[in-house]
């Protein structure tokens, strides 16, 4: 790997691959974990708890209960773009559910995965096109398209995985520590 600023440049080889993961001892299932849950009741999931957290201005609801978020304004740390529609922008797992359950998770409780997978330190309201582009991959397999967020983006998987003791494979550790690297500079 080479830095530019902030910026990594991958060239992995296959000497570098890391060794596989253990098994999980059972398949990833999303419906294995409860998220977008109301854990105070107030009619306002997570989702929406999140749009209301970070947008950057006054938000609107469908109707006058407040439970669902129709607009606001949100920038998408991942693409430096601005949204106003509810409907465009997703809630990102910082470290996806999946990627958690093969890295330790598959031998949670189903509360301990309600916890991860509603945890705001973990989630970023971003453009769902980048969301998708995304999936359940490692910063050693994607990283943000804005490369002004690379160290933030590093900083807050490793402070995830830390958190949650989910281990690291060989190449995400190389990554995030060529990441952390590049942000003293």
């Known amino acids: 790997m080479t830095i ?5 440049e991958k060239r992995i080889t296959p000497q570098q691959e890391s060794i596989a993961a253990p098994a999980p001892v059972s398949p ?8 977008w849950i109301d854990a105070d009741g107030d009619c306002q999931n997570t989702r929406q708890e999140m749009l209301i957290a970070s947008s950057r201005g006054p938000v609107k609801f469908k109707d006058s209960r407040h439970c669902t978020v129709v607009s606001g304004k949100w920038f998408g740390v991942y693409t430096g773009k601005t949204f106003t529609k509810a409907s465009d922008v997703d809630i990102d797992h910082i470290v996806p559910l999946a990627h958690a359950h093969r890295h330790g998770a598959d031998k949670w409780t189903r509360d301990q995965r309600r916890t991860f997978a509603n945890d705001f330190e973990n989630l970023l309201v971003v453009d769902d096109a980048a969301n998708q582009s995304k999936s359940d991959q490692a910063p050693h397999e994607w990283l943000p398209p804005r490369r002004d967020y690379w160290c933030e983006y590093g900083r807050r998987w490793s402070r995830i995985k830390e958190k949650y003791r989910l281990w690291f494979s060989s190449r995400e550790r190389e990554t995030l520590g060529v990441l952390a690297e590049s942000c003293w500079r």
Not at 4 to 8: D, E, F, K, N, T
Not at 28 to 35: E, F, S, V
């Open 28 to 35: 990833y299932n999303r419906k294995d974990w409860p998220h």
């Open 4 to 8: 530019s600023g902030c910026a990594v």
